[in-house]
């Protein structure tokens, strides 16, 4: 052995993994149970206490989900992670450590819809407030902080239109307001862009996507950076003050550096119980190990039908942020140099007829509200996804009627172009 670090792709499918110690199994075997039998009786009061590290029931810690924390913590750079039933799962975790109710925090409007619904509908029931902010103005998110700002929330590569977010900027104002920048990294990945090394303080993901790449599971995670000091001001006493239910342990004070993924997964995930199952963590955890080859050839593929669409006489724009010449080529290739992913938007000239003209044709695409597949994904999003949005916050969103949205998989980018090449005709 060397004392090198270990790369990406080594880490992909090494971190957090060994043989099973009982069978030598070579690859992570699915823990497919809710329970777990104590030592004795103080190990188990222990187990309950926090003094000791170790699995109670699954809702709270699994074997096979620890192995894929542990994984995508190192992908990402974090000191720990927690994964949970979905990406909104994950969302919903890390807001309910965060806040209280008449709490705000500031997100980017140009989100994936289901976020956008999830914090003006969902969140709003819980007197968690959300502030929306214009990522192509970093400044709108410092005129937005006021005292009852708790956090900011970005997508690094913003969902539906591939636009790259300058995570750098506004991690200075969330640092400069005292409140942690939380990065939903679902569409970059952390082989394209890892954000903690930009600044953020967690990171969360849809697994769902590239990371399990394949879909067929749901998941999603969070992932603590370590770097916040959560006990600074007493903003965020469920990390700061005595927590009752845990013999009045505070929990930055007892965990350090990896507090808030303790204080997410005790307090949050127990509670709300939006655990993953064991089955969808191995499914997962095997799409991770070769998360390197699929995204670079997802990109690569991306980059090719963007320049067939481009030049296409039906198309009236291409938003493609690994295009030259894109408003946000620089940003991409500052964040994202290895490539700008693998979903992006195009505008038809037909508008919203064209649009469901085109997805009523294609054969090789799939028609469907998906993302990060191994399979050629379209959709019109103003018929669908960002459907219950009003015209003007679709368009705010990057959805407007004219607008399709592509997630290029992993065919031949031949056989992809043709597809899009007839059913334009169409
Ligand atoms: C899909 C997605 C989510 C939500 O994840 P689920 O696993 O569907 O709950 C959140 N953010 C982005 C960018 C997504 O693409």
Redesign the pocket.
């Known amino acids: 052995m060397t004392d090198r670090l270990p790369g990406f792709s080594t880490l992909s499918i090494h971190a957090g993994a060994q043989p099973d110690p009982t069978t030598g199994a070579r690859t992570t075997p699915i823990y497919q149970t809710a329970s777990y039998v104590f030592n004795d009786a103080d190990h188990a009061a222990s187990l309950f206490g926090l003094q000791s590290f170790g699995n109670i029931y699954t809702r709270i810690t699994n074997p096979t989900t620890a192995v894929l924390e542990e994984r995508v913590a190192a992908l990402e750079g974090g000191t720990a992670a927690v994964a949970c039933a979905?990406?909104?799962?994950a969302?919903m975790l890390v807001f309910h450590t965060l806040l209280q109710p008449g709490d705000e925090f500031i997100a980017a409007r140009r989100?994936?819809g289901?976020?956008i619904n999830q914090f003006n509908h969902a969140f709003k029931n819980f007197g968690w407030n959300v502030v929306w902010a214009d990522t192509d103005d970093v400044e709108s998110f410092q005129r937005a902080v006021t005292p009852k700002t708790k956090a900011i929330f970005i997508?690094s590569i913003a969902?539906p239109g591939g636009t790259v977010t300058d995570i750098e900027a506004i991690a200075t104002i969330a640092r400069n307001a005292g409140v942690p920048l939380i990065v939903?990294n679902?569409?970059a990945s952390p082989y394209l862009i890892r954000p903690i090394e930009h600044g953020a303080d967690i990171v969360?993901h849809?697994?769902?996507?590239f990371l399990g790449g394949h879909g067929n599971s749901?998941?999603?995670i969070l992932v603590d950076a370590g770097t916040f000091d959560w006990s600074r001001d007493g903003r965020y006493p469920a990390l700061s003050e005595p927590r009752p239910e845990y013999h009045g342990i505070k929990l930055q004070e007892t965990f350090g550096n990896f507090a808030f993924a303790i204080a997410a997964r005790v307090l949050a995930l127990r509670d709300i119980g939006s655990a993953i199952s064991p089955f969808n963590s191995f499914l997962i955890l095997t799409g991770i190990e070769t998360l390197s080859l699929r995204v670079q050839r997802h990109c690569d593929n991306a980059k090719a039908v963007a320049e067939f669409l481009s030049t296409h006489p039906a198309v009236a724009w291409v938003n493609y942020a690994g295009l030259p010449g894109d408003r946000y080529h620089n940003l991409a290739r500052k964040y994202a140099p290895k490539g700008a992913g693998a979903v992006f938007t195009f505008g038809l000239k037909g508008g919203y007829d064209a649009g469901i003209n085109l997805v009523s044709n294609v054969t090789l695409f799939s028609h469907l509200a998906?993302?990060?597949d191994t399979r050629s994904l379209i959709i019109h999003p103003a018929s669908t996804t960002h459907s219950q949005l009003s015209d003007a916050q679709k368009a705010q969103a990057g959805a407007g009627v004219d607008v399709v949205r592509l997630s290029i998989g992993l065919e031949d980018k031949e056989d992809l172009i043709a597809d899009l090449d007839q059913a334009l005709k169409a």
């Open positions: 979905s990406g909104h799962a969302q989100l994936y289901g976020s997508e969902n939903d679902t569409l969360v849809s697994l769902t996507k749901l998941g999603g998906n993302v990060g």
